[in-house]
């Protein structure tokens, strides 16, 4: 007997996957168009300039190179060369003195991994040895000795990529940023909120849940680096994306103040969870301040977004700070102190990442706190 509403959950799934999936697919829509450039023309460069009758390692390479984000795509275009041009080497090389066949087909490709392993820092270079070696040896077998016609179109296919990429409808690097920033930036307000209410409800486990919250922020915290180093690299390269410059070094400056906040709450999170733990006393006005620097990461959230309005984070984080700090004048705590001082340090590092510099931030908590 099949259950009551099985299909209609079904349904409901694959409706949610469907929507999930095409979603995928108009957030990359550049990279198919210009992984289908990049081929065309590589494939034609290496056949009617070059005069290669089957360059199929132009293609290939075009394909590799455009799959990386941009700020791998140099190295990894270098990389490719200098892993094709050994695969092909080694398998010519052993096709050329054994001939070809099973046995030596293995053997090609066991030095190649081992070679790949040895001169190589990735997977991807390793396994792009081995694959040219083993593609020489099934595909395209030599016929007239060593020929350094596969590498050439491996470096054909390879500049192809990284000069489509910056030409070809490149990726907008401030739109890149902001999507990146606003999950750290939303777990981080999330976190301080969940905070303040286990000290409102002195939960020592709804503490310890908030820990492990913080913890996980380092996920999208790396995703957020990432972004930056993909949007200077774009900046730099992309001639009609140059002038984005000082614009992505300012997200990336605010992305090492984030991560400098998002460490100071996890020492946070974990202060809050020890002082419940011992039963201390955490006046309200922590949870206070807790909930007004929440309200300032959101704000930061905010105005990244925008690319304006960061005066509107000054207000809640000085607030904040000196809520914390008054607190210390009616509790010598040491629980609390160390709450106090990564509120204040928190404080400290939004304001920088609106664009203060550190002498002006903490100038700022100090006479907010006075």
């Known amino acids: 007997m099949i259950p009551e509403g099985l299909f209609e959950d079904a349904a409901s799934r694959s409706r949610v996957s469907m929507a999930t999936r095409w979603e995928r697919v108009k957030a990359g829509w550049r990279s198919p168009l210009q992984a289908g450039i990049a081929v065309a023309l590589a494939w034609a460069l290496a056949k009617w300039l070059w005069g290669h009758d089957a360059p199929f390692f132009a293609p290939v390479a075009a394909i ?172 730099r390269i992309s001639p009609v994306r140059r002038h984005q410059r000082d614009t992505v070094e300012f997200y990336a400056e605010a992305a090492a103040r984030i991560d400098l906040a998002v460490r100071n709450v996890r020492v946070l999170a974990r202060g809050s969870m020890r002082a419940l733990a011992l039963d201390e006393n955490v006046p309200p006005e922590v949870a206070d301040a807790l909930e007004d620097l929440g309200a300032a990461v959101e704000a930061l959230a905010a105005a990244l977004e925008s690319g304006e309005g960061f005066d509107v984070v000054r207000e809640p984080a000085l607030r904040a700070a000196a809520t914390a700090t008054h607190v210390l004048e009616g509790t010598t705590n040491l629980s609390v102190s160390v709450i106090v001082g990564q509120i204040r340090s928190t404080a400290t590092d939004l304001l920088t990442g609106i664009g203060l510099t550190y002498e002006e931030a903490t100038g700022a908590v100090r006479a907010a706190s006075a």
Do not use: H, K
């Open 64 to 235: 590799i190179a455009i799959g990386q984000n941009y700020y791998e795509r140099g190295r990894r275009a270098r990389e490719l060369v200098f892993a094709v041009t050994l695969g092909v080497l080694i398998a010519d090389l052993l096709a050329y003195e054994l001939g070809t066949g099973i046995g030596q087909l293995a053997l090609a490709v066991t030095i190649a991994v081992a070679l790949g392993m040895f001169f190589g820092t990735s997977a991807l270079f390793v396994n792009q040895v081995a694959i040219s070696a083993a593609l020489v040896f099934t595909i395209t077998p030599p016929s007239g000795g060593v020929s350094l016609a596969r590498t050439l179109d491996a470096l054909t296919g390879g500049v192809v990529a990284l000069v489509v990429a910056a030409v070809v409808l490149p990726t907008d690097p401030i739109r890149v940023l902001r999507g990146a920033a606003r999950p750290v930036l939303d777990e981080l307000t999330a976190t301080l909120r969940d905070i303040a209410q286990a000290l409102r409800q002195r939960s020592a486990e709804a503490a310890e849940a908030a820990l492990v919250r913080a913890r996980g922020i380092d996920e999208f915290g790396e995703r957020f680096f990432a972004a930056t180093d993909e949007g200077r690299s774009t900046a």
